[in-house]
Nanobody
Framework: QVQLTESGGGLVQAGGSLRLSCAVS????????MGWFRQAPGKEREFVAV????????YYKDSVKGRFTISRDNAKNTVYLQMNKLQPEDTAVYYC???????????????????WGQGTQVTVSS
């Protein structure tokens, strides 16, 4: 059984930082791309960042480029999202997801992911 468990969310002031973690169990972590998505109240879930299975390919949503960094530690079966210079518009529930395809670069669409975490709340106050 594949499980994804996010942690690291919380309340932070604008301009602050948080680091989200997503620990994966139940499947060979290093073989799959990992993505981060978020969903704000009243809005659809949106792509934030993706890292390929080997870490060589990374993409970001335009509005987070230069502020967020996705990374993975295959030895710890964990993917991270370092978020700096947070803004109120970053407030959302953040989800990590694991690709359904072996050795892929990942997808910007949530349809490309097979397994999802339960989400962690990030709230940025102005």
């Amino acid at each position: 059984q594949v499980q994804l468990t996010e942690s690291g969310g919380g309340l932070v002031q604008a301009g602050g930082s948080l680091r989200l973690s997503c620990a994966v169990s139940g499947r060979t972590f290093s073989n799959y791309a990992m993505g981060w998505f978020r969903q704000a109240p009243g809005k659809e879930r949106e792509f934030v960042a993706v890292i390929s299975w080997d870490g060589d390919s990374i993409y970001y949503k335009d509005s987070v480029k230069g502020r967020f960094t996705i990374s993975r530690d295959n030895a710890k079966n964990t993917v991270y999202l370092q978020m700096n210079k947070l803004q109120p518009e970053d407030t959302a529930v953040y989800y990590c997801a694991q690709s359904g395809n072996l050795y892929s670069r990942g997808s910007l669409s949530d349809l490309g992911y097979q397994y999802w975490g339960q989400g962690t709340q990030v709230t940025v106050s102005s």
